[in-house]
């Protein structure tokens, strides 16, 4: 495919009902029908044909009416039974297709960088500091877990409310759990390299005891009951957990019940993709890592806007229990870091199968960072390249610099918008309830693209037109299988060739990484100017995404880590925040 698609959500969600069928349907109001006390009537079904691109006669429609009062009452049957959250439907999706071979794969992670710098004196450089480097200042004991851990809770004070992107600080319960890994250190345990390290956590994802409002009014006083098994994990290896990063709600946007997370390179505008908080909170040096979720973009948009790196991982490589379920079959959980090297020991700590989650596997992970990248076999689009933004051609030629080998890379010709289908519908179920009790209306963004609205709208979706979105989501799924057969990665703009979307739901991994910057006016969430007649511009960064075959992570992390090296720009801080 020649042509650059974005493929943001604003792309995926408005895809049932278009004006056409609007047209008819008015003309229906217009006719008279069986009253509404009498149910469902011929004349409904005539006037819902439109809605679905079908006609039939008036003998059909007399015979389709003939179990029709048994089909309403076995909905709202469905309907009146209570379904929470966490019921995933029977049917599991899976990325790997029938007889599919995978590189079998050590769980090891090797080529981390290393440095002997000492300690800095400011609290921001302490701050700004990759992982890696401040794991090597906690263990030669320059610094210990509760001193890294004030600094940041005197961050957050300091400049998360401008940013609205904390939706809770646990500042005890931080100190307390630094104040353990401090204690373990001196006694010689060690849990691993993110041991005493601070992070933040998305709110979708729940922890015991902590607010977990999922962004939405209607869950404004929702605590976590039981403990995500991501957290568990991350606990387990030794990170100190300093809150929960504020999410759009239900995790669409960057607009949550009391703010909108804001891009700390411009504070006018939001920080984009529903990870909003925890890509505010990384890219202003208010943590040393977050943990970020994505259906569609979620990850990779808000890393793009804020400019931090961003890894989706391939679908089930980390579980999902305990997280709030948006979309079962497209639902991933990744890390955001400042650094690439960093997503890679954030991954190695959360990935792995749970028996909790029916969609995560097992399978090893392998991350060579200082591998020979001579010869990898990488794809691009010259056409997504020419009219892509300068950091992009950037990425691309310092790949080039690295001897990787550029391979063509086209994506096949498919009605790709036509998926959005099973995002829309999956999210209309998992939330159905707020639809039907008409609590939906108390979720502050009500735009037509907003979730209140694709719900509603939802409920008109064939079945049949959701089988055969499926069925497209399995061809394309064959597509992209045969693509990636001969390559290591594929590299391009975020958002160029429909990747995002596609991948999204085909389950392949994507890293998204700083590239560059660029002078930007004050965006909307979808990326158009605010403002049309403000020709203010503001230096923001941008990114620049790689793929890879499923569960080959560690190609991206490689390639990207060394991208990362030749652009130097990744260490470039937000002014207002430095």
């Given at each position: 495919m020649a042509a650059s698609i974005k493929a943001t959500r604003r792309g995926v969600l408005g895809l049932i009902a278009g004006g056409a069928a609007s047209g008819a349907l008015a003309g229906c109001a217009h006719e008279e029908a069986a009253p509404a006390t009498e149910g469902v009537s011929v004349e409904t079904l005539r006037c819902a044909e439109p809605l679905f691109s079908v006609s039939h006669t008036d003998a059909q429609r007399e015979q389709m009416m003939v179990g029709m009062e048994a089909w309403v009452s076995r909905a709202e049957a469905l309907r009146a039974m209570d379904k929470p959250n966490d019921l995933a439907p029977a049917t599991v999706f899976d990325p790997r297709l029938p007889g599919a071979r995978f590189r079998p794969q050590s769980d090891a992670l090797s080529g981390m960088p290393t440095g002997n710098a000492a300690l800095p004196g400011g609290e921001a450089d302490i701050a700004f500091a990759p992982v890696w480097r401040q794991a090597g200042w906690l263990a030669r004991g320059e610094i210990s877990s509760a001193e890294l851990t004030e600094i940041y809770?005197?961050?957050?004070?300091?400049?998360?409310?401008?940013?609205?992107?904390?939706?809770?600080?646990?500042?005890?319960?931080?100190?307390?759990?630094?104040?353990?890994?401090?204690?373990?250190?001196?006694?010689?345990?060690?849990?691993?390299?993110?041991?005493?390290?601070?992070?933040?956590?998305?709110?979708?994802?729940?922890?015991?005891?902590?607010p977990a409002t999922w962004g939405a009014e209607v869950y404004r006083d929702r605590t976590g009951e039981t403990t995500a098994t991501v957290a568990r994990r991350l606990e387990a290896a030794g990170a100190v957990l300093l809150g929960k990063t504020t999410a759009g709600a239900i995790a669409y946007g960057d607009i949550w019940f009391d703010g909108v997370t804001r891009n700390p390179f411009n504070p006018e505008e939001g920080s984009?993709?529903?990870?909003?908080?925890?890509?505010?909170?990384?890219?202003?040096?208010?943590?040393?890592?977050?943990?970020?979720?994505?259906?569609?973009?979620?990850?990779?948009?808000?890393?793009?806007?804020?400019?931090?790196?961003g890894l989706r991982p391939t679908f089930g490589r980390v579980p999902r229990t305990g997280a709030m379920a948006l979309c079962w079959s497209l639902d991933k959980i990744g890390p955001m870091t400042r650094h690439v090297a960093d997503c890679a020991t954030v991954l190695r700590a959360?990935?792995?199968?749970?028996?909790?989650?029916?969609?995560?596997?097992?399978?090893?992970?392998?991350?060579?960072?200082?591998?020979?990248?001579?010869?990898?076999?990488?794809?691009y689009n010259a056409?997504?390249?020419?009219?892509?933004?300068?950091?992009?051609?950037?990425?691309?030629?310092?790949?080039?610099?690295?001897?990787?080998?550029?391979?063509?890379?086209?994506?096949?010709?498919?009605?790709?918008?036509?998926?959005?289908?099973?995002?829309?519908?999956?999210?209309?179920?998992?939330?159905?309830?707020?639809?039907?009790?008409?609590?939906?209306?108390?979720?502050?963004?009500?735009?037509?693209?907003?979730?209140?609205?694709?719900?509603?709208?939802?409920?008109?979706?064939?079945?049949?037109?959701?089988?055969n979105a499926d069925r497209l989501r399995r061809q394309v799924m064959i597509d992209m299988a045969a693509r990636f057969e001969d390559l290591d990665a594929v590299i391009g703009p975020n958002f160029a060739g429909a990747m995002l979307l596609i991948t999204n739901y085909t389950g392949h991994p994507q890293l998204a990484f700083r590239s560059g910057f660029t002078e930007e006016p004050t965006r909307t969430i979808f990326g158009a100017p605010a403002d049309?007649?403000?020709?203010?511009?503001?230096?923001?960064?941008?990114?620049?995404?790689?793929?890879?075959?499923?569960?080959?992570?560690?190609?991206?992390?490689?390639?990207?880590?060394?991208?990362?090296?030749r652009l130097e720009v990744a260490d470039t801080r937000p002014d207002a925040f430095a």
């Open positions: 809770l005197r961050r957050i004070e300091a400049h998360a409310p401008a940013l609205e992107c904390f939706i809770h600080v646990a500042a005890d319960r931080a100190r307390a759990e630094a104040a353990d890994r401090d204690r373990e250190r001196a006694a010689g345990r060690v849990r691993g390299p993110l041991h005493g390290i601070p992070y933040a956590l998305k709110d979708i994802i729940d922890v015991e005891g902590l984009s993709g529903s990870s909003a908080g925890s890509a505010s909170a990384v890219a202003a040096g208010l943590c040393a890592f977050a943990i970020g979720t994505e259906t569609l973009g979620s990850i990779v948009s808000p890393s793009h806007r804020c400019g931090n790196a959360i990935a792995g199968p749970d028996s909790g989650d029916a969609g995560s596997f097992a399978h090893g992970l392998e991350m060579a960072l200082s591998r020979d990248l001579s010869g990898m076999r990488v794809g056409d997504w390249f020419e009219q892509a933004a300068e950091p992009d051609r950037a990425a691309l030629e310092a790949a080039r610099s690295l001897g990787v080998e550029l391979v063509p890379f086209e994506v096949d010709e498919r009605p790709y918008q036509a998926l959005g289908l099973i995002l829309e519908s999956e999210a209309a179920a998992a939330f159905e309830h707020l639809t039907l009790s008409g609590l939906d209306e108390r979720l502050r963004w009500q735009e037509p693209q907003a979730w209140p609205n694709t719900w509603r709208r939802a409920r008109f979706a064939s079945a049949v037109d959701l089988v049309e007649d403000d020709q203010t511009r503001h230096r923001v960064p941008h990114a620049t995404s790689l793929w890879a075959p499923l569960f080959e992570e560690g190609s991206l992390l490689a390639l990207g880590h060394a991208i990362e090296g």
